[in-house]
């Protein structure tokens, strides 16, 4: 039997649904074989636990090689985390070190084609490593809106646009933003203002309304909203960086959304 391989890396967490116990997600990883032969994964499920608190599982659907001390790519796997054990488990412990988690795993494999391989096996995983791979551009889409873009004021040489961004945590851990700027653009690439958001507790399934402003120069913008409305397509974009804390760890995230221009009033 060949020995277990190894999570070298968690490259991506792709939150795709979550319902009141359970997230499911697609994970990409690097999986190492430390063995001096290949073999290959027909299929394979296996579920994780903690102190004999179930964590979660997930499958691999094959079939996989994995080459002889080498190490393979495993993109879009299913899984799923049972986020209130996951919590749970992140509480009981002053820093995101190493946990001991205990996978049970049934596998078929070409080594053994007609009986199905059984594991049981112990591994030490950082928490953070997968907090890390789940902070990317994927989710962060989910937990940023931007609406309500109004022109408030206009004055001789700027107008004042306001606004609301949405921060919405449907995720089972609390977030603080430590700071949130964003350059908006229209559709020619030119700049037009700035949304800074700074020190904004968002904690786990709600969602916070956050008003802003931005300043911007009046014929730069009416060129270009003349010129867009001329073209029928008239579009504005926010580009930046998010800088997060959860659980004590930074992350920063580049921030790429496009923003919906409504003209509802205009007032001296």
Not at 47 to 74: Q, S
Not at 215 to 232: C, F, P
Not at 252 to 262: F, H
């Amino acid at each position: 039997m060949p020995r277990f391989p190894e999570i070298a890396r968690v490259e991506s967490l792709r939150i795709e649904q979550n319902n009141d116990f359970m997230l499911k997600a697609r994970v990409d990883a690097r999986i190492y074989n430390p063995n001096v032969f290949s073999f290959t994964v027909k299929d394979m499920r296996y579920w994780a636990y903690v102190n004999f608190m179930d964590l979660g599982g997930g499958e691999i659907n094959g079939p996989v090689k994995f080459n002889a001390r080498d190490t393979t790519i495993l993109a879009n796997q299913p899984i799923y985390i049972l986020y209130q054990n996951f919590n749970d488990i992140l509480d009981k412990r002053k820093e995101l070190d190493s946990v001991p988690v205990t996978f049970f795993i049934i596998a078929r494999m070409n080594i053994s084609p007609i009986f199905p391989v059984y594991y049981i096996k112990t591994l030490w995983l950082k928490p953070a490593d997968f907090l890390r791979a789940a902070v990317n551009h994927y989710n962060i889409e989910k937990l940023i809106t931007i609406k309500n873009i109004d022109f408030k004021t206009i004055d001789l040489l700027k107008s004042k646009i306001q606004g609301q961004i949405i921060l919405k945590n449907d995720f089972p851990l609390d977030y603080k933003i430590d700071s949130l700027c964003l350059n908006v653009y229209d559709r020619y690439d030119q700049k037009v203002g700035q949304i800074r958001i700074c020190n904004e507790y968002v904690p786990q399934f709600t969602h916070k309304i956050l008003p802003f402003e931005i300043y911007v120069d009046n014929i730069l913008t009416a060129v270009s909203i003349m010129g867009q409305y001329i073209e029928e397509d008239i579009r504005y974009s926010a580009r930046g960086n998010l800088y997060l804390t959860i659980r004590g760890e930074k992350f920063t995230v580049p921030v790429n959304q496009s923003i919906g221009l409504a003209i509802k009033r205009l007032r001296n």
